[in-house]
């Protein structure tokens, strides 16, 4: 069993599956806290969990032609400066019970739990490429990843991302070794992972053993071949994935975390709550709740960190707290957000719809009883 070695796991969490590890938290514990407990943090592993000894660890950066490639020790990796910021990684594959529900697609059956919010601190990926003597090139150029987890063909799982954004300070990416303060856990990484704000968390490599900047894309599996967006026409028979450009940026997300679906709530007063982040580093600037199924909307108080213009990495929490009308047996509960670009979410799944069960952002619904 390949699988032998993995780390021990939090019995809170929800598994989607065991061999390779996936799991999420229950959507009340998700929300609790603005800063995912690492315990509770979602896991989306592709393989087994490597085990590493930090004394050994070496981080492999390849230089440009006639440069230096610099092989880094966590030491040598701690001597950079050191940047912290706090990041949500969502999977692109959050939310893709809902699309199931309209048709059958490919993938892991995960609900609103595929996304977490931790602060990071590590190296920043533009220090590490400046000291290998990376610069912007006038061509179009991607930082390749290579995790050290590897399938039985001795295949890693990897992805890149455009240099530019690699190379851009305010962009913050990292070489995170910590994670909430403590050493990155085995799940998450451990010794060290990057972290690239406000993009999909499939590029954000685990285990971290290789960094190299080339001219095309990563060619893993994972960035030509899987997470990316197709039009619900599209089926495994008509598929080009090399048609559809990578998934980088994620679009505005929202969700309902309490109640849940099928629920009895008291009558009086209800109380609703949830996350809402958007990809590439845009602020949540509003959400809207409805209680009767979107015929009307009231404003939720948003919660947590405001993060700078154009920089908001980390989501936002946000409750209404509202009379249920006289009378009403049941509630249609939905949310949505708006960004600061005011992208917003389409109301329904069916026209987003696609065979990977990728980027669904529908309005989340919840349906629940009022107590007598
Ligand atoms: N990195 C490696 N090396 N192997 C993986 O399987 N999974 C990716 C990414 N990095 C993965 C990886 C995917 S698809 C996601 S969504 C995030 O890690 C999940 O990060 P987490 O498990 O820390 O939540
Ligand atoms: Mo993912």
Same mark, same amino acid.
């Given at each position: 069993d390949p699988y032998a070695g993995d780390p021990p796991r939090h019995p809170a969490l929800k598994v989607n599956s065991q061999r390779p590890f996936n799991a999420e938290p229950h959507p009340e514990l998700l929300t609790e806290n603005y800063i995912t407990p690492n315990s509770l943090f979602f896991t989306r592993n592709h393989l087994p969990v490597p085990n590493l000894d930090p004394d050994t660890y070496r981080l492999h950066v390849v230089g440009p032609p006639g440069g230096q490639s610099l092989s880094l020790s966590l030491d040598d990796l701690r001597q950079f400066s050191k940047h912290e910021v706090t990041v949500t990684v969502q999977c692109a594959g959050n939310r893709r019970s809902e699309m199931t529900k309209v048709k059958e697609v490919k993938g892991l059956e995960w609900t609103t739990g595929a996304i977490s919010t931790a602060h990071w601190a590590g190296a920043r990926l533009c220090d590490v490429l400046a000291q290998a003597g990376h610069h912007l090139s006038e061509t179009e150029a991607h930082v390749c990843f290579e995790g050290l987890d590897s399938d039985p063909t001795g295949s890693a799982y990897g992805a890149s991302i455009p240099l530019a954004r690699a190379l851009d300070p305010e962009a913050e990416v990292l070489l995170a070794y910590e994670m909430n303060g403590q050493p990155? @856990?085995?799940?998450?990484?451990?010794?060290?992972? *990057?972290?690239?704000?406000? *993009?999909?968390?499939?590029?954000?490599?685990?285990?971290?053993?290789?960094?190299?900047?080339? +001219?095309?894309?990563?060619?893993?599996?994972?960035?030509?071949?899987?997470?990316?967006?197709?039009? =619900?026409?599209?089926?495994?028979?008509?598929?080009?994935?090399?048609?559809? @450009? /990578?998934?980088?940026?994620? @679009?505005?997300?929202?969700?309902?975390?309490?109640?849940? %679906?099928?629920?009895?709530?008291?009558?009086?007063?209800?109380?609703?709550?949830?996350?809402?982040?958007?990809?590439?580093?845009? /602020?949540? *600037?509003?959400?809207?709740?409805?209680? %009767?199924?979107?015929?009307?909307?009231?404003? /939720?108080?948003?919660?947590?960190?405001?993060?700078?213009?154009?920089? /908001?990495?980390?989501?936002?929490?946000?409750?209404?707290?509202? +009379?249920? =009308?006289?009378?009403?047996?049941?509630?249609?509960? *939905?949310?949505?957000?708006?960004?600061?670009?005011y992208n917003v979410q389409p109301d329904t799944v069916a026209p987003i719809w696609n065979l990977r069960g990728v980027l669904s952002n529908a309005w989340h619904r919840v349906h629940v009883h009022v107590a007598p």
């Open positions: 990155l @856990p085995r799940d998450h990484g451990f010794p060290v992972r *990057v972290v690239v704000p406000g *993009v999909v968390g499939a590029r954000h490599v685990k285990w971290l053993g290789k960094v190299s900047v080339e +001219p095309e894309e990563s060619y893993s599996h994972w960035q030509r071949r899987d997470y990316k967006g197709f039009s =619900p026409s599209v089926d495994w028979d008509s598929v080009d994935f090399d048609l559809a @450009p /990578a998934i980088q940026e994620l @679009p505005i997300q929202s969700a309902i975390t309490q109640p849940r %679906d099928g629920e009895t709530v008291e009558s009086g007063e209800v109380t609703v709550k949830g996350y809402a982040w958007s990809g590439g580093g845009r /602020a949540v *600037v509003r959400v809207d709740v409805s209680l %009767d199924g979107g015929l009307t909307w009231q404003v /939720a108080e948003l919660d947590g960190e405001v993060q700078r213009p154009r920089k /908001a990495w980390a989501w936002r929490l946000w409750q209404l707290q509202a +009379p249920v =009308p006289a009378g009403q047996k049941e509630l249609n509960i *939905v949310c949505k957000a708006v960004d600061d670009s």
